[in-house]
């Protein structure tokens, strides 16, 4: 697994932007991802001095689900899962089940709150806050609700579910840039029944914006607006 750091100039202004250190990854498959979180943590709860990262990425199709369902997923409806051709993952962070899978813009901040002066509340808003910035920049409006994630109008585009271990951050958010949403219809996205899901590239479509908006072109716009707040 190769990993490459990266850095952003706002160009508009030619000012730089201070930014959370931040790696791409790709394709990953989930149980990787995982394990690197899970060291990734491990080394920034042994050493103070090591840094916050926004790990960045895109996953083969995969669905998840998180604590609260842990062991009442039906064996029945992992198998019907995986027979679709995703891997099947029962998580700790918080939320129910969701889809993984490419055009899909999915990030694990990796941070210590108390950096930040956040509460975990606080922390899932300003997430929140981030994706709606970031959408914004491509002309697409969004908002946050009572149900956590950001949404453009009565559809999800970014999913949100975290694990906080003695105050560090793990798991994140997952943004549909041109994902192939048809994955979604076999769950009901995040416990959520009669919600639809929606991506970047369907909101440009639905403006007679015949435009595929990729992961690779969101990443130095998030990363910009993480940089104003982390």
């Not at 806050?129 to 946050?144: K, P, Q």
């Not at 579910?161 to 076999?186: E, P, Y």
């Amino acid at each position: 697994m190769s990993l490459f750091f990266s850095t952003f100039r706002n160009t508009l202004t030619d000012v730089s932007i201070p930014l959370l250190p931040y790696v791409y990854l790709s394709q990953v498959s989930y149980a990787k991802a995982l394990d690197l979180q899970k060291l990734l943590v491990r080394r920034r709860l042994e050493n103070k001095n090591s840094s916050d990262l926004l790990l960045l990425l895109q996953h083969p199709p995969t669905y998840t689900t998180g604590r609260r369902n842990m062991g009442k997923t039906m064996n029945e409806e992992a198998a019907y899962l995986k027979n679709l051709g995703a891997q099947y993952f029962e998580t700790l962070r918080g939320g129910q089940t969701t889809f993984h899978g490419p055009g899909q813009l999915v990030g694990y901040p990796i941070l210590d709150l108390r950096n930040f002066k956040l509460s975990v509340r606080c922390y899932v808003a300003t997430i929140e806050r981030v994706i709606i910035n970031t959408c914004a920049a491509y002309g697409v409006a969004t908002s946050a609700t009572k149900n956590t994630g950001v949404w453009a109008g009565d559809d999800k585009i970014c999913a949100i579910g975290i694990q906080v271990q003695r105050f560090v951050t793990s798991h994140g958010f997952a943004l549909n840039c041109n994902t192939d949403l048809n994955w979604f219809d076999h769950i009901t996205p995040c416990g959520l029944k009669d919600k639809k899901m929606t991506s970047l590239t369907k909101e440009f479509n639905k403006q007679g914006r015949k435009t595929t908006i990729t992961v690779e072109q969101i990443i130095p716009t998030l990363c910009q607006h993480f940089g104003y707040v982390f």
